[in-house]
Structure formats: structure tokens, C-alpha cells
């Protein structure tokens, strides 16, 4: 066997579904072979083949301060050098709970879990035990995670029930998750109003970053939490993705809005396989054990991933007005740079960004929601996307997924990204010089 992308994906499939362990890193969307990563530093990966990447997928949203950044580096190896795991309190594990608690207000008392999905997961779980009612509203186009309640899709009519979108996902399940649309709140109150006193909570992404890059408009997350509170239902801000990205203190700081429960995940884990729920003292505390709402996990509050996100933290609250200040620059340098770029080549595509969360959608008309976002070409896009990869630009293989930057993205980097997307947008649109 040839030591190639090639050679390793085809002896992937043999023992693991697809040659992958997450459906996207497949590249099923685009065609082709995803390069084997072999390492990365700062904002650069390298495949195997020797190959090298500006990277703007981050490990889908963990590595704000790149990849490798020394100080997580150090921390991890300190904590792994006195044992990986213990299933027993630890001071690391309060004193991250102390400063996530500190950093994001409405979260007063936090549960540390291992992946986005167990967060969301136990949040609605938490909301269901809490309010005493079955039914839980999500937007269509919106990701939870992979349990079974978030795996319906919309149905068409406000008041229809939704359809499973995965064999294994019972009907009984898919019953009791409503789609709402994004941005949208007369679909919110269609369904509120034919299902009145039985919605235990709203979960919403305040900015949605998997279906790209759509952010709240004006007054969406102000109208949830005003339906919420009208109606009995808890507000779940999903931050897996947005928290300490898009602001120190994610979107519920960038927008002013409080949610009563949020989850967190990604940044939080400082790139190890770490993530929390957290909300009202009153509601957490009826977690088990000091309460009867179930919920554990062996390796909960592991030591090492710990140490990775209290590093990761605790430089991005010392140094906060810096780092989001840059992150902001540097996303309206790329943003800027790429309109301008559009403009020259006469193309009506839409950038859309919230801070150092973007994306490039292929379609001539703001993105608002998941009907808008799926007009995009996606033709146009599998052809810029593999342009982009020949150059050396890394892009998420989707045109559904933000793209991130991070503070190790230099002006070069920018630079060398622009000039990339130039000559791939020609070729996508065959445009001559
Ligand atoms: N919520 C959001 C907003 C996400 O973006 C993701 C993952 N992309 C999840 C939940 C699920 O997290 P995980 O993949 O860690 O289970």
C-alpha cells in the first residue's frame, strides 16, 4: 500500500464505517479523498503526504488559538503525566467550573460532559424533568448533536409533527421535537399555539453555524426569550459552536440575551473531547445527585481535557479585549477582501460573518434560514472547493459548515487565502483572466 490519502482512506473503509469516525470528514459532499492530517501548528496543518494548509476548519470550531498552542501543549502533558483519569473529584474540575461560571453569567452552576451531543442532550432532558412537559421546538437547519430528539426534520404544515431523518430514530421520539423556522417567529408561535402548556423548552443556535453562517435577526433571540417566558417553556441557547467564539462570553454577550440554560463545547475542551451544560442555580440543582434528573459519565470532568480548557480559557479571559479585537479584524480583513473580490469578478455570491465565525454561501440572496441557505450551488461550490484545496486552503468540505479563523491566522494567511479564492472562483465559474 502507497503511504498516500488514497492508500489510507481505501484501507479505512475496511474497519470503520465510510473510512471515517464523523460522516463529514468523508468529503461525500464534495467527491474525492480528505487528506490525512499527519500534524498542525498555529494555523497550518500538514496531510501526509507533506503537503501543507491554511486551515479554516479548526477542528470544526475547538482551536481559537490554533493548533498546538504551547500553553495547552504544557498543560495537557503536566496533567497527563499524573494520570488521565481517576472518575473522582479534582480541583482542576471546580476551579474550570468556577471560571466558566465566571465567565458566562447566565450559567451559575455547570455540569462538565464529554461531547456537544451529551450537553444538548442533558439540557433538554434537564428541561423536560424540570417543566414537566414532553415537547421540545428546534429550528430547521439548526445541529444539537446527534440524539435521537434532534434528528427530525421540519414537517410542512406549523402544527405536523416531525419525521425522523435517521433510521433508529423512533416516531414516538420524533413526536415530541416541533421545527420551527430560523428567524422566523410567526412559525415559532404556530407551533406554541397548537401545542399549548406541553413545550418544555425552545433550543436554539444564536448565531446557526451548521448551515453555514446565519445570524439572529434583529429581535429572533429577544422573541424567544419573550415566548418562553409567556408560555412556560425554558430557552436553551445551543453555544457549543458560539461560546467564547463569536464574544468572550459567546452570543448571549454579543446579542444581550439570557437564556436559561445553555451548552457548551468545543473551545471549552481547548481541543480535547470535553463540554458542559449549565444554567440557573434552581434548575441545575435538580441534577442528579442533588436532585432527581439523571445524568453521568466515567470520564466526566477528565483531568486532562480539563487542563486543556482551563488553558484554553484562562488566556482567552486574560487577554480578551486583544484576541476578540483581532478575531474581529482579521474576519472583516478576509470579509472585506472577498467582496472585493466578488465585485471584480462581477459574482453576486453572499459572505456572511459573525465575528471569526463566516461563510461563503454560493447564491445570489441573503441567507436567513435553511430554505434560503439550500438554494446555494452546490456545483459551484464543489468546484471552488477543490480549487481551494489544490492551493493549499482548507476549507470545511460543505457548503453547510462556518469556516473559522483563529489568532494564529496571520495577514499572509489572508492574504495567501484571497488570492487562492481569485483564481477558484474563476475556475468555478469559468471566468477568464
Ligand atoms: N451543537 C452545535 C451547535 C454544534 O455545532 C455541534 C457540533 N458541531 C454539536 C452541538 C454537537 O457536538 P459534538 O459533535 O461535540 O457532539
New binding site residues.
Partial sequence: MKHTNRGWFERAQKHIPGGVNSPVRAYKAVGGTPPFIARGSGSHIWDIEGREYVDYVGS?GPLILGHAHPRVVEAVALAARSGTSFGAPTIAEVELAELICEIVPSVEVVRLVN???EA?MSAIRLARGATGQDRIIKFAGC???HANSFLIEAGSGAATFGEPSSPGVTHGTARDTLNARYNDLASLDRLLEANKGEVAAIIV?PVA??MGCVPPTEGFLEGLRERCDRHGALLIF?E??TGFRVALRGAQERYRVRPDITTL?KIIGGGLPM?AYGGRADLMKLMSPSGPIYQAGTLSGNPVAVAAGLATLRILKEDAAHIYGELENRGAYLEAGTRRLLSDLGLRLQPQRVGAMHCLYFTDEPVTDWDTAAKADHKRFTAYFHAMLDEGIYLAPSQFEAGFLSIAHTKEDLDRTLDAMAGSLRLAYEIGE
Fill in positions: 470544526w461531547s456537544g451531543t444538548c445541529y444539537h448533536g443556535e453555524g451548521n445551543d457549543v459552536m463545547g463540554a
